[in-house]
């Protein structure tokens, strides 16, 4: 699946190319320094989480769908959480993981990594999910090392300007 994220002034661009030839598009509101959606994309691949964001997309969900999804499987947000549809367990682990990078990003990326695993090990379990075992030091150094290189392209760009990704299911 072909992922282009377009820099825009007010917001984002998200334009998909499925394998299967299928599109959808979405918008999406600056939220940090990056995309929200490519803290998903490194996390995701890193972890070889192929029923998060990302493969629920490239099974053919559309983006704005995957809200309504999680409210479905029986979790609207960490404040009502109750253990969720197995189904969806995935998705809803990396979530929380891309908030706990999301947080590390914007101080820096640059502490203890067992901080950054101490802090998506508690989204999940408010989550009611377990964390993936895959997270270890090695894997949050692959994590931050995408992301600052991400941010890195992003910052660079001019509005209009857009970063191509291929997704391809990481298992």
Request: proline content about 6%; charged content about 25%.
């Amino acid at each position: 699946m072909r992922i282009t994220i377009t820099r825009e002034a007010r917001e984002d661009r998200i334009d998909i190319c499925r394998d299967d030839g299928s599109r959808a598009s979405t918008r999406l509101p600056h939220k940090g320094p990056i995309p929200h959606d490519f803290v998903h994309y490194a996390v995701e691949r890193e972890l070889g989480i192929d029923t998060g964001f990302w493969g629920l997309v490239a099974a053919g969900h559309h983006p704005e769908a995957i809200q309504d999804m999680a409210k479905a499987a029986g979790h609207a947000s960490a404040k009502r959480a109750a253990a969720p549809d197995p189904g969806f367990a995935a998705a809803i682990q990396s979530e929380r993981i891309v908030e706990a990078f999301e947080a590390d990003h914007w101080s820096g990326g640059v502490g203890d990594p067992a901080g950054v695993i101490a802090l998506a090990e508690a989204g999940c379990a408010q989550s009611c999910v377990a964390l993936p075992p895959l997270l270890d030091d090695r894997a949050v150094a692959n994590i931050r090392q995408a992301i600052a290189d991400f941010a890195e392209r992003w910052t660079m760009l001019a509005p209009g300007a857009a970063v191509s990704l291929d997704w391809d299911a990481p298992r």
